[in-house]
């Protein structure tokens, strides 16, 4: 059986900082593409980044390049999703998903459940 399990989140002060993980059990680490996507209350759900599971390319959304960074552990299977200067706009659910190497909520095959991050003002 396929899992993402995605763990981390919180609560934080604006300009603080989160480590989301992205545990993966039930299929090849090495043959899906990680991504981190959120939604916030009434909004769609966005991509956030991706890691590519060979050559390790990352790719960030607008939005949060240059203060989040994604990286990947494939002997742990984990994925990880270290969140730097956070603002309130970045309070959502977070999840992780395995697919295409996209921040296109269609191209993933398996989603995890959230994970909340909660950014105070």
């Known amino acids: 059986e396929v899992q993402l399990q995605a763990s981390g989140g919180g609560w934080v002060q604006a300009g603080g900082s989160l480590r989301l993980s992205c545990a993966a059990s039930?299929?090849?680490?090495?043959?899906?593409?990680i991504a981190w996507f959120r939604q916030a209350p009434g909004k769609e759900r966005e991509g956030v980044s991706c890691?590519?599971?060979?050559?390790?390319?990352?790719y960030y959304a607008d939005s949060v390049r240059g203060r989040f960074t994604i990286s990947s552990d494939s002997a742990e299977s984990t994925v990880y999703l270290q969140m730097n200067s956070l603002k309130p706009e970045d309070t959502a659910v977070y999840y992780c998903?395995?697919?295409?190497?996209?921040?296109?909520?269609?191209?993933?095959?398996?989603w995890g459940k959230g994970t909340l991050v909660t950014v105070s003002s």
């Open positions: 039930g299929f090849s680490f090495e043959n899906y593409h």
């Open positions: 890691i590519g599971s060979t050559d390790g390319m990352t």
């Open positions: 998903a395995g697919g295409h190497l996209s921040l296109d909520r269609r191209h993933m095959e398996y």
